[in-house]
């Protein structure tokens, strides 16, 4: 009677802990700066190779229709940390030095979310949701913090990595600080330094899934790099066929295989989901030193395919079916709702705009599970709206690198911020690069999506027609 007590209870000990395990996988998000759809050799890259980011799509699944919410970075960074469209949250553009906003402590992060369910969470790379002790990361859901807290070309260095003179207006800027928790550590002063930080941002992570191993973790890795100024370690330099770009490229897919032989050498492969992706398209006027959009139109810092689709391959092992490509529309937006149901984690308490498309990671890629996307730029501005593969561009001012010479070598080339965009509609089925307008011939179409316009103004606003949004909610700010 006794050994059969002990195995009935044995039994349920061990399908207890199968369950535990399968709603508690490790989750990892790296999040690259300005990586263009173009930029992977999975994805089209020539030059160079990306053969540890490759694998993990040969047994993973490989997204072609995903898109950041915003093709700028403080924007992107709101959007896949708390499935909010930027501009629900008060989130816009770039925030700098000087600026006084950042994350509202009341809104619900993946970390803060993840923790609720005994996570261990820690951010290693670029924040850029406020730099001010309240909004950074220890304020938010993490419990361990290394990186710099904006841009890395937000710093009072040039081009070629000299000191500027105060009489430039960004040689008023700080220098660029390296942070440990909420505390300055170092400061990065040069080019040099810069060449180590994704180095040191990938010992970070693997130390600390070296000593996270045997409980649950959440690990968000936010490169700042291929952000300009792009630098790389000694142990990449001159190693590709596409000069310091493709270097970096090499030197980050050493960074993922890193992690990936991490969690292979503790055993966590097969319960651990990885997601690699990008906060918006490259910018491009940086020639030589910015990536691909894949053949996509424009840019960062545009509504065009080419600011907002980038990569996206999602992997973990024994679960997802390998070498599966989905090409149904998804966004950076999702990615909180679906790590939230993967994990059974409670939603937050806000409104989101993410949708859970978990059913497409088990196999189900042929079902849509979004059919609207809103494009916000420039503060609130909506700019386009998306149904399906339809696209309606509204009228707006814009960023355009077309017909512009780029720059080389660290050097920008010209960016014209004003542009007129006419109205226009895009079959992205047949038309992904966005040159044929088919306005006048899908007239009811049109008129479908601008239905879906003026629902996103009653929503959320819109600066260009002067609209405030009914449901959005502020930034943080300091007092």
């Known amino acids: 009677m006794y050994k059969i007590l002990l195995l009935i209870l044995t039994t349920v000990l061990l399908q207890s802990s199968s369950s535990s395990k399968s709603t508690s996988p490790n989750i990892i998000l790296i999040f690259m700066d300005d990586l263009g759809y173009g930029d992977l050799s999975c994805y089209g890259a020539v030059n160079y190779q990306t053969p540890n980011i490759d694998k993990m799509a040969a047994e993973g699944m490989r997204f072609t229709n995903f898109v950041t919410a915003q093709a700028v970075c403080s924007a992107s960074r709101s959007a896949i940390l708390t499935g909010c469209y930027p501009n629900r949250i008060g989130i816009s553009g770039a925030l700098f030095p000087d600026s006084k906003n950042g994350i509202n402590s009341d809104e619900t992060t993946i970390a803060e979310m993840l923790k609720e369910k005994g996570y261990t969470t820690a951010a290693f790379g670029k924040w850029h949701l406020g730099h ?23 710093w009072p260095v040039d081009y070629e990595g000299k000191q500027l003179p105060e009489s430039h207006w960004k040689g008023k800027l700080p220098t660029l600080p390296f942070i440990h928790g909420n505390e300055k550590v170092e400061d990065i002063k040069t080019l040099d330094d810069q060449a180590k930080l994704t180095t040191k941002l990938t010992e970070g992570a693997v130390k600390f899934i070296n000593q996270n191993k045997k409980k649950p973790f959440f690990l968000y890795i936010p490169h700042p790099m291929p952000h300009v100024p792009i630098a790389v370690s000694d142990k990449f330099k001159g190693k590709s066929k596409a000069g310091l770009f493709g270097d970096l490229m090499l030197e980050i897919d050493w960074s993922v295989g890193e992690i990936m032989n991490a969690l292979k050498a503790n055993k966590l492969d097969k319960n651990t ?143 014209p911020e004003n542009i007129p965009n006419a109205i226009a509609l895009y079959d992205l089925r047949r038309d992904p690069a ?30 260009l027609t002067e609209r405030v949004g009914k449901n959005i909610r502020a930034s943080g700010k300091v007092e």
């Open 273 to 415: 989901l990885i997601i690699f992706t990008s906060d918006n398209g490259p910018w491009l006027n940086y020639g030589n030193h910015a990536g691909s959009s894949g053949g996509f139109r424009e840019g960062k810092g545009t509504s065009y395919e080419g600011g907002h689709r980038v990569p996206c391959i999602i992997h973990w092992k024994g679960t997802i079916p390998a070498g599966k490509v989905c090409n149904q529309l998804t966004s950076t937006i999702d990615i909180l709702p679906t790590i939230g149901q993967i994990c059974q984690a409670s939603k937050p308490k806000n409104k989101i705009d993410g949708i859970d498309f978990s059913p497409m990671l088990y196999g189900n890629i042929d079902t849509p599970i979004r059919k609207t996307f809103y494009y916000y730029y420039r503060k609130n501005a909506l700019e386009a709206v998306r149904l399906d593969n339809w696209k309606l561009i509204l009228p707006h001012p814009g960023r355009s690198y077309e017909n512009q010479l780029p720059g080389n070598d660290g050097y920008p080339g010209a960016a």
């Open 132 to 154: 001010q002790k309240q909004f950074l990361p220890l304020q938010h859901g993490f419990d361990e913090y290394l990186g710099i807290p904006y841009s890395n070309d937000m």
């Open 434 to 463: 966005e040159r044929y307008d088919v306005y006048k011939l899908y007239p009811d179409i049109a008129a479908r999506l601008q239905k879906i316009a003026e629902e996103a103004r009653e929503d959320l606003g819109d600066d």
